[in-house]
């Protein structure tokens, strides 16, 4: 009687286990997460925080979050080739950005390769677009999800995640940029033009 009870939990549990991994492999194999906002500044002063990941501790969520991070720079000071790479804690991993291509004014295309809490390459990107003497800002990420990723999005919300980072970062960003330009003369971090 035991062994019939214990067949069918097992049975049971075969079952649900297939099910989670059809359920799994079923999720899409890309994913992007892109927030949008319009800054009171030129483009050319939203760039110039983008293009240079010196810059980024000014407006970065992710650099609150480990102050005590260890950041290296490497490459040119800013632009294509410039890279960045971190290591800290937990809620912010251990990872590498190179600047691909950047156009002034217009964009930024990033290379984002994160070895902790595990190994994967996604893509970063800025586009600047002015409206006048305002610059709508998207920060967008794409990339694979592997079969981890996948799991792991059935019980939390990627989008809402990343994208409340984004939120807080081009916020910040946002009040960095918009600061009366003497500000940004006496603050090297605002400097609108390198």
Not at 33 to 53: I, L
Not at 66 to 94: I, Q, Y
Not at 102 to 111: A, F, H, L, T
Not at 136 to 151: Q, Y
Request: glycine share 10%.
């Amino acid at each position: 009687m035991l062994k019939k009870i214990l067949g069918g939990i097992a049975a049971v549990l075969a079952v649900l286990i297939v099910v989670f991994l059809g359920v799994v492999a079923m999720q899409p194999s890309r994913f992007r997460v892109e927030r949008t906002t319009t800054m009171s500044a030129p483009p050319g002063r939203v760039f110039a925080q983008v293009n240079d990941f010196h810059k980024w501790e000014a407006w970065s969520p992710w650099a609150k979050l480990d102050p005590a991070a260890k950041n290296t720079f490497e490459g040119p000071s800013e632009g294509t080739g410039a890279s960045f790479h971190w290591s800290g804690n937990d809620e912010v991993g251990e990872g590498k950005m190179t600047i691909l291509e950047s156009r002034p004014g217009e964009m930024v295309r990033i290379k984002l390769d994160f070895v902790k809490p595990f190994a994967s390459t996604c893509d970063i990107n800025f586009t600047l677009k002015p409206e006048g003497d305002r610059t709508t800002v998207t920060w967008g990420m794409a990339g694979a999800n592997s079969f981890i990723c996948k799991a792991m999005c059935l019980f939390m919300d990627m989008d809402k995640m990343v994208g409340g980072m984004y939120e807080k970062g081009l916020a910040q960003m946002k009040t960095i940029v918009e600061a009366p330009v003497a500000q940004a003369d006496a603050d090297p971090g605002l400097t609108t033009t390198r």
